[in-house]
T-cell receptor, first 114, second 115 residues
């Protein structure tokens, strides 16, 4: 059973359109992360979210990105005006500051910007 | 800043044999954790094994074990009795205690298992 689910599994959008990627934790956790993986490249940190606030964001996470936890459950990543270079896999991960600081990843959303 | 380096982009191994994947890292923090993640063709990121920097004993998980050399900042993964299902991308990752505890990944290594 996955720790985290993500929807949609695949999103195709036109350049300039807004997209919202969703992450749903199976159980209640305080720490969430978004990562991006451009095809064939390494996984890159975008943003971390703790107790309903951004705790750290990378230089990739510019003004076109935002994160929310609107209903205390779903955790969303919004890209306001998509660019071709936003095409990537987007992973949500949950962490719990457990004994190993491990993070468990959702299955990812594949975003294709045309 | 933390960095993780995986210098071998690809490796192959015969089924049932042993293979070692290398990883080096750099951090100025004294308290950190290291991980290996597996990414099969489905692209799901699966945690394989974890190691706390303060523990001298190398972590093991069934057929997977690590060789953690703290002074050398080296963290290699050994897969014993390789199986066809082990074929995947493998990513080494580091997180430090405190702050947002984000993961910093290496570029990954593609492992092929030959029958």
């Amino acid at each position: 059973e996955p720790e985290v689910t993500q929807t949609p599994s695949h999103q195709v959008t036109q350049m300039g359109q807004e997209v919202i990627l969703r992450c749903v934790p199976i159980s209640n956790h305080l720490y969430f992360y978004w990562y991006r993986q451009i095809l064939g490249q390494k996984v890159e940190f975008l943003v971390s979210f703790y107790n309903n606030e951004i705790s750290e964001k990378s230089e990739i996470f510019d003004d076109q990105f935002s994160v929310e936890r609107p209903d205390g459950s779903n955790f969303t990543l919004k890209i306001r005006s998509t660019k071709l270079e936003d095409s990537a896999m987007y992973f949500c991960a949950r962490g719990g500051r457990g004994p190993y600081n491990e993070q468990f990843f959702g299955p990812g959303t594949r975003l294709t910007v045309l | 800043a933390q960095t993780v380096t995986q210098s071998q982009p690809e490796m192959s191994v015969q089924e049932a044999e042993t293979v070692t994947l290398s990883c080096t890292y750099d951090t100025s923090e004294s308290d950190y954790y290291l991980f290996w993640y597996k990414q099969p063709p489905s692209r799901q990121m699966i945690l394989v094994i974890r190691q706390e920097a303060y523990k001298q004993q190398n972590a093991t998980e069934n057929r997977f074990s690590v060789n953690f050399q703290k002074a050398a900042k080296s963290f290699s993964l050994k897969i014993s009795d390789s199986q066809l299902g082990d074929a995947a991308m493998y990513f080494c990752a580091l997180t430090t205690q405190g702050g947002s505890e984000k993961l910093v990944f290496g570029k990954g290594m593609k492992l092929t298992v030959n029958p």
